[in-house]
């Protein structure tokens, strides 16, 4: 599943800001980042792990990822989702954002990689809308 969205605020701020700074989304988006820690590892480095506590749908949840991957040339970041919420529905899950740059545009590309524990489970659009709602809000408080 695979979404997109403009960002004037530049693709280096968003990528900073969620790979050095991903604490700061509880102040840039609070109504679906209450809480952040990093549980192993270094902010920004491959096998970091981090929980999350976000709300979705108006429900609240939890999350553990480790990053995976990245790629400084594609300003991108993978990660694998490894606890949670969310692995009551899902076998596996990857989040991956990479950033395409044309002059002063910025384009923020999501992709959700998963595989669901239940064929009869809804796909998750909506969560897709979540990190693309959230890169919104991530531009609203660089620019206020």
Known sequence: MIGQTDIKAGGDVFHDIIKMRPHELT????????????????????????????????????????????????????????????????????????????GPNSLVTWTLEYEKLKEEYPHHGNLLNFFLHMVEDIEGHHHS
Not at 44 to 59: A, M
Not at 62 to 67: A, D, L, Q, R, T
């Open 27 to 102: 102040k840039m988006s609070p109504n679906k980042v209450q809480a952040f820690t990093l549980l192993e590892g270094e902010l920004g480095k491959v096998g970091s792990k981090t929980c999350w506590h976000y709300t979705h749908d108006g429900k609240d949840f939890v999350g553990k990822e480790i990053i995976e991957d990245i790629v400084e040339e594609k300003q991108s970041l993978r990660f694998k989702l490894i606890d949670g919420d969310l692995m009551e529905i899902y076998k596996s899950m990857y989040i991956t954002y990479h950033i395409d740059t044309n």
